[in-house]
């Protein structure tokens, strides 16, 4: 059966598809958990649209981690740091934590 989309405003009691086709309580598909830094970022993008969550990840997910992810390369660029061993310099990248945040939000919602 195919997961119906919900206009704004709509729940799923209001739906007559959704009441029509039901087999099962819950007939949408559900999204996973998001951790509470990805859910502020996807929860300020879709405030810009007139968009309602229906529980079926959509591209704007991808959209979302490519921004964030050039935005990480411009605010925190990859930089690194020269390390002597044995008489050599070796170059490591450097850790940064803001990077690495804006990077696991942008994988965790690239996953969807």
């Given at each position: 059966?195919?997961?119906?989309?919900?206009?704004?405003?709509?729940?799923?009691?209001?739906?007559?598809?959704?009441?029509?086709?039901?087999?099962?309580?819950?007939?949408?598909?559900?999204?996973?958990?998001?951790s509470?830094?990805?859910?502020?970022?996807?929860?300020?993008?879709?405030?810009?649209?007139?968009?309602?969550?229906?529980?079926?990840?959509?591209?704007?997910?991808?959209?979302?981690?490519?921004?964030?992810?050039?935005?990480?390369d411009?605010?925190?660029?990859?930089?690194?740091?020269?390390?002597?061993?044995?008489?050599?310099?070796?170059?490591?990248?450097?850790?940064?934590?803001?990077?690495?945040?804006?990077?696991?939000?942008?994988?965790?919602?690239?996953?969807?």
């Amino acid at each position: 059966m195919p997961v119906p989309f919900l206009p704004a405003g709509e729940t799923v009691k209001d739906c007559p598809t959704v009441q029509a086709n039901s087999l099962s309580p819950s007939p949408l598909i559900t999204m996973p958990e998001l951790s509470p830094a990805a859910r502020s970022v996807f929860e300020s993008f879709n405030s810009k649209f007139d968009w309602v969550e229906d529980g079926v990840p959509g591209p704007q997910f991808k959209a979302i981690a490519a921004a964030l992810r050039a935005a990480a390369d411009e605010v925190v660029p990859l930089s690194y740091e020269d390390v002597w061993i044995d008489g050599r310099i070796l170059q490591y990248e450097k850790y940064d934590p803001i990077r690495d945040k804006l990077f696991a939000i942008a994988d965790e919602l690239e996953s969807l």
